[in-house]
């Protein structure tokens, strides 16, 4: 009895700081709960292409044509999902079946298909190949928006402070440049730990088979412990008042065509669809980073001779300081975002993304010494984490007090970034050279101008969005 009665004075005496430690913690769980997405949408983007092209030797439109199919599946599923997630069920269930269905086909991604051994030409692998890959992808897809559009729709959920949501979409972002860092670090042990290879080729196949296993475990982990742990709370739902009587469960009708109004009202908000377009532009500039700077450090090996002598393990090496870079930064926005405004830290990352695509195309020649590849990619990590961070904020924002239809915001800002993503990279690969000599430095030019147009359009739609807002203004 002294003992329990010791305890209970204790607990007292410090209620404040248990709140306080509690806050932060679930905070920081609630940024490890989209942990396995983010590792998997580092593998996804910066090696699959990679993978596809180099070890199972697809033709490059075929390759194209596998992201695309992935980022229209994504797109599609993305709004069904987050119609569904705000009417049925909890959020958490809802990020839960979604792990488990990437959980059953990523790691197949990476692993070479049944009856697909290197060096043989049988017919039925022209059709076998993609028709298997194209099943795993559509799975996975709808796996991966049910993860990321519960988890998003989660930030409106736990706060209506707009300091904490911000807070929350850092400690977001914060967590997926730790994740994609945790893949290039694994990848680049993976390619320095087996045998070494200049080149990357259909013999390494068992390389990615390892990398993407050991990133499922990781992501099964992070997974289990969001669930157990993440505690969320939903929203206390009162009953309307009338002259401070409840109002009777047969007016329920009126609660529910209200609801209905207020997406109405959405869909019919101009700064829905600019906010939108800062999103789509920024994630563009982000996803064709990941694709294509692998490919252009393959590319890089193949023309210059000297080059060589670094080796495959570029591919994952390069990623890494990208990401790095991604990380300081994201510390940095954590704490001044709010300070100097959502707009302008994202006209400072658009800024950023323009003057490393400069710099590609000024002076990153095959000839250039790694040193400057890995400062552009020190710019490329700093423009992608500060656009990301930023739209999303005024995503947030402009959700506000609505978090009953988060879901559904967040499908509609993320449905064309989806559709853009991969078009852009289909397009891209469709007019790629059958011969490398005659384009020896394609993936260049993809990163000078896809990646710079994609900064060049977020700054017009920020533009268009500033103007915009300051006329609605009375």
């Avoid at 911000?166 to 967590?175: F, G, V």
């Avoid at 377009?277 to 563009?284: A, D, E």
């Avoid at 006209?347 to 490393?356: A, E, H, P, Q």
């Avoid at 990590?381 to 500060?386: K, P, R």
Wanted: hydrophobic share 50%; glycine share 6%.
């Amino acid at each position: 009895m002294p003992a329990k009665n010791i305890l209970r004075l204790l607990l007292k005496l410090v209620p404040c700081k248990r709140r306080g430690w509690w806050r932060v913690s679930q905070n920081l769980l609630y940024g490890l709960g989209h942990v396995y997405n983010d590792l998997c949408a580092a593998m996804w983007f910066s090696y699959m292409m990679l993978f596809f092209q180099a070890v199972l030797e697809m033709r490059a439109v075929i390759a194209g044509a596998m992201l695309l199919l992935g980022q229209v599946v994504d797109a599609l599923a993305t709004p069904v999902v987050g119609v569904l997630a705000d009417k049925y069920s909890t959020k958490k269930f809802w990020h839960l079946i979604g792990c488990a269905v990437v959980t059953c086909t990523f790691p197949l991604l990476f692993i070479r298909c049944w009856g697909c051994r290197p060096g043989i030409n049988t017919e039925y692998l022209s059709w076998w190949m993609p028709f298997y890959y194209a099943i795993l992808v559509i799975f996975f897809q709808i796996g991966w928006a049910v993860v990321q559009i519960s988890h998003l729709a989660i930030i409106p959920s736990i706060t209506d402070n707009l300091q904490i949501r911000s807070e929350l979409t850092s400690i977001r972002y914060m967590a997926s440049v730790i994740s994609s860092l945790t893949v290039y670090f694994i990848t680049w042990v993976v390619l320095r730990a087996t045998n070494y290879s200049t080149f990357i080729g259909p013999s390494d196949d068992y390389k990615f088979r390892d990398v993407s296993l050991i990133i499922s475990t990781l992501g099964i982990a992070s997974c289990i412990i969001f669930h157990i742990f993440f505690k969320l709370k939903p929203p206390i739902e009162e009953k309307p008042k009338e002259n401070g009587h409840a109002v009777e469960t047969g007016e329920k009708d009126s609660t529910i065509l209200s609801a209905k109004s207020k997406i109405m009202h959405f869909l019919q908000m101009p700064l829905l669809y600019q906010t939108s377009l800062l999103y789509v532009f920024s994630r563009l500039y982000w996803a064709l980073s990941l694709v294509y700077v692998p490919l252009f450090l393959e590319e890089r090996l193949s023309v210059n001779a000297n080059a060589a002598a670094e080796g495959s393990e570029l591919v994952a090496s390069v990623p890494l300081v990208l990401y790095i870079s991604s990380l300081f930064f994201s510390f940095l926005l954590k704490s001044n975002i709010n300070k100097i405004g959502h707009q302008v830290a994202y006209l400072i990352g658009s800024f950023l993304s323009l003057v490393s695509c400069m710099w590609i195309a000024l002076a990153i020649s095959p000839d250039a010494h790694v040193v400057q590849i890995y400062l552009v990619a020190t710019l490329i990590g700093a423009g992608s984490s500060i656009t990301l961070v930023s739209s999303l904020c005024v995503t947030a924002d402009l959700i506000g007090p609505h978090s009953h239809q988060g879901a559904l915001i967040y499908s509609i800002v993320t449905f064309a970034d989806k559709l853009v993503t991969g078009i852009a990279v289909v397009a891209i690969e469709n007019y790629k050279c059958d011969d490398v000599l005659d384009c020896p430095q394609y993936y260049r030019g993809v990163l000078t101008y896809a990646c710079g147009g994609s900064a060049v359009l977020g700054i017009l739609s920020l533009s268009i969005t500033t103007i915009t807002s300051k006329r609605c203004k009375p």
